[in-house]
Every structure is written in C-alpha cells, then in structure tokens.
C-alpha cells in the first residue's frame, strides 16, 4: 500500500482492524485524508487486493474506513 496515493492521501493499516475467519483476511485500512475522488481510493484498495492475492496466495478484504481528523470531528460533534 505504500505505492498506493489516492487523491494524495496515505494508506494506513489499522492492527486493531485485522482478522481472520476461514479462508478470508479482513483489514480494515484509513486514508490520511478524505480523499477528493473516492473511486481512486476504492481503486487503490482492489489493486492491493488483487496483488496480494496474485504473489502471496492470500483472499483480503481491505475495509475502507473515514481519515482519523474524521472519526475525530464525528465524535466530537456527539
């Protein structure tokens, strides 16, 4: 994911985010910034996606999550 800038913003993988049942991993992944076109960062996820499952073997669901200042602000706003 460190390749991988959608609309400018940086990829992060949440470790609290991971888990894995049956065959299936699930991460969930958030963006540094919200970004502008979110097509690109649906698009940058499903090019993580179909690389790890090409060179590692591995089924992964990336879980698009809101940038931090975000999730901060929504719970701010409660």
């Not at 940086?10 to 958030?30: F, K, N």
Request: glycine share 4%.
């Amino acid at each position: 994911m460190k390749d991988k800038h959608p609309g400018g913003a940086t990829l992060e993988a949440l470790p609290q985010g991971v888990r894995h049942e049956q065959d299936w991993w699930y991460i969930s992944v958030r963006p540094s910034v919200e970004p502008e076109r979110r097509y690109e960062y649906y698009e940058a996820l499903a090019d993580v996606e179909n690389a790890l499952e090409e060179a590692e073997h591995l089924t992964v669901l990336l879980l698009p999550t809101a940038p931090e200042n975000i999730e901060a602000e929504q719970l701010s706003a409660r």
